[in-house]
């Protein structure tokens, strides 16, 4: 059994779609002691990172006995952030810390030169539009369990204004405006920046990958 | 790079698609479900469900077609017309909507941009303009371009982004229909002044249409209906013509 985790933010019913056309059942846990029984978790949000302070102490360690026991999770989204020291989005409200770094606002970090042939820029009207919306290319950096079977070139979801540092967790990397983690990986916890959900066959296949980890 | 998002439009009335489709190949006629599995298979980017009867006859988009297509394709999946308030809103993303395209209701109560933003995220909040040329400048139509206004598009567009809404489809009045070519204008005088996505609409009758509205139009992704519906070969077809024109697509 999947658990999804609802703080309020949710695109449960989209992840939940996902996992039932996988025929992956899923429940969302009411409290923290529901996780004791779950094979996987699932973080999964959208909006600011602030809404991630609805998840308390009790929850953040129910979380951290799940991964002592050997059992995966996986963050989409906000839910990837959140694995991360914190966000300058919300600074008061620290993350998980299970991976360091801090996730900051997407910036135009790259100078306007190689990307310039006609329509072909991620500038529009020359400048860097944040949010950063639509299909955008994946590239594979580390070999890793949750981007298993991605061919090089595979293009995913986004919708996002901010982003993860691409540190030695880092198994998937994305360029817009400056290069960040669209997948990071360490042991069994794994996060995605993109939403599999919405990714269609791209996006299927890693939540498979991440269901047969919690298998 | 990010790709520029193809977008197809299931027009829906009473759960059926309609509008000029051709039906061939699918085994129940105009089944919206149906049709967006096609779409996913050629390629797709996105899918907007367009209630055509709602704004009119007051109803809400039909939670049942938004259903049926939300458990069969994984891809974002707006829904708009008749979304009149927040009840709506909330009745279509319960049922698989990822975004709302809200038009004349966000003309009506602006606080309503902000307050489905909040709820759930701007990225979920799409405002949707109808224009038309009038007096050298874009003005603002409602009610399903039956009903002008006073309001410049532009203009609008610029609020409703600091409202909170997630992206702008724009659809041009005077091209709707006409397969004549996106309204290029329109778009770039949006597209520039928003900080936002701007979805262009309505002209769309060639594939070098589309590659106008990402050069000239300076479009972030760009919709039509029909120009899809007649083969099974367009996805793709146009994807492969808008990258020998050097402009980025997501290719399956």
Not at chain 1, 4 to 33: C, E, F, M, R, W
Not at chain 1, 48 to 74: C, M, Q, S, Y
Not at chain 2, 63 to 87: M, S, W, Y
Request: net charge negative.
């Amino acid at each position: 059994m999947i658990a999804l985790i609802d703080y309020g933010a949710g695109n449960l019913t989209s992840v939940g779609k996902a996992l039932a056309h996988l025929d992956a059942p899923a429940t969302t846990p009411t409290s923290p002691t529901d996780l004791a029984s779950a094979d996987g978790l699932i973080v999964p949000g959208v909006g600011n990172f602030e809404v991630t302070a609805a998840l308390g102490a009790d929850w953040r360690a129910a979380i951290d006995t799940h991964i002592a026991k050997g059992r995966p999770v996986l963050g989409i989204c906000v839910g990837m952030q959140w694995l991360f020291d914190g966000s300058t989005e919300a600074p008061g409200h620290p993350g998980l810390a299970l991976m360091p770094g801090t996730c900051s606002l997407i910036t135009d970090q790259e100078a306007a030169t190689s990307d310039q042939s006609r329509g072909a820029s991620d500038r529009v009207g020359g400048r860097l539009k944040v949010p950063h919306v639509g299909w955008n290319t994946l590239r594979v950096t580390k070999p890793s369990w949750l981007l298993d079977g991605i061919d090089a070139g595979a293009q995913v979801y986004f919708t996002h204004s901010f982003a993860a540092p691409v540190t030695d967790d880092c198994v998937g990397a994305t360029r817009y405006g400056m290069e960040f983690a669209a997948a990071v990986e360490r042991d069994l916890v794994a996060g995605v920046q993109f939403h599999p959900e919405k990714s269609s066959d791209v996006g299927l296949r890693i939540l498979r990958n991440f269901l047969q980890k919690a298998s | 790079m990010l790709s520029k998002r193809i977008i197809a439009c299931l027009d829906v009335r009473d759960g059926s698609v309609v509008k000029g489709v051709n039906f061939e190949g699918l085994r129940h006629a105009g089944d919206p479900a149906e049709l967006a599995t096609r779409y996913n298979r050629e390629g797709i980017d996105e899918v907007v469900i367009l209630d055509i009867t709602a704004t009119i006859e007051k109803r809400k988009a039909l939670a049942d077609t938004i259903q049926a297509v939300a458990r069969e394709i994984f891809l974002p999946l707006c829904v708009g017309g008749g979304i009149r308030g927040e009840e709506h809103a909330e009745a279509a993303i319960e049922a698989g909507a990822d975004k709302v395209g809200i038009n004349t209701a966000a003309l009506a109560q602006p606080e309503l941009i902000t307050s489905l933003a909040k709820r759930y995220g701007s990225q979920a909040v799409i405002v949707a303009i109808d224009a038309k040329r009038e007096a050298g400048r874009f003005k603002i139509y409602v009610r399903s371009g039956q009903q002008g206004t006073e309001r410049d598009a532009v203009e609008w567009a610029q609020e409703a982004a600091d409202r909170g809404a997630g992206e702008i489809l724009l659809t041009s009045i005077d091209q709707d229909g006409t397969k004549t070519g996106f309204d290029c204008e329109l778009t770039s005088a949006v597209s520039s002044a928003v900080p936002i996505p701007v979805i262009a609409s309505g002209g769309a009758g060639t594939f070098d249409h589309f590659v106008d509205v990402f050069t000239t139009g300076q479009a972030d992704a760009a919709l039509a209906a029909s120009i899809f519906h007649y083969s099974e070969r367009a996805v793709a077809d146009l994807k492969t013509h808008l990258r020998t024109h050097d402009i980025p697509v997501r290719i399956t």
